[in-house]
Structure formats: structure tokens, C-alpha cells
């Protein structure tokens, strides 16, 4: 199986977020050992940069991704947002 390419410094695959064991190891095989591209962490990170990426994020908390990833896209297109670094 692939190990998606976070794991090493991803807080939730190094046990550092408050999830019960048993969900964690199932969330592990199926998000971090097998389609990292189903991980909402992982779709966060694609989309916006592993400094976008909450630290409190399930990798099943797809809406959360979602709404990060919206927020972000939506900040860079308003211009009234944009600091001093954008211009």
C-alpha cells in the first residue's frame, strides 16, 4: 500500500489529535495507506499549501475542507483582503 506523502509530519497520522484509537487506525488504512486523495487534510494541502492546512482537521471532514479551501479562493478574489505582500 502507498503512504500518502504527509504522513511524516501529518498531525493526525503521528497520533497528536484527540481520536479514538480505533477510528484513527481505520482513518489511517483508508486515508493515509490507501487514497490520500480522499483525505480532506490532503485536499487542503493540494489546493491551498501545508500551511493552510488546520491542525485540528479529520481526514474525513470533507465539508471543512471544502469551506477551508472556499474561504481561502474567496479572500485572494477580493480585493478589499489583499495585503501589502499581494500587490
Known amino acids: ?45 493540494t489546493a491551498l499549501g501545508r500551511e493552510c492546512v488546520p491542525y485540528d482537521m479529520a481526514p474525513n471532514d470533507l465539508m471543512r475542507a471544502r469551506r477551508t479551501i472556499a474561504a481561502a479562493k474567496n479572500q485572494d478574489a477580493d480585493p478589499s483582503r489583499m495585503t501589502e505582500h499581494h500587490a
Open 1 to 45: 500500500m502507498a503512504r500518502c506523502e504527509l504522513a511524516r509530519d501529518c498531525p493526525f497520522f503521528n497520533d497528536r489529535l484527540a481520536i479514538a484509537h480505533q477510528t484513527a487506525e481505520q482513518f489511517k488504512a483508508r486515508y493515509c495507506k490507501g487514497g490520500s486523495a480522499d483525505c480532506a487534510r490532503y485536499l487542503v494541502f
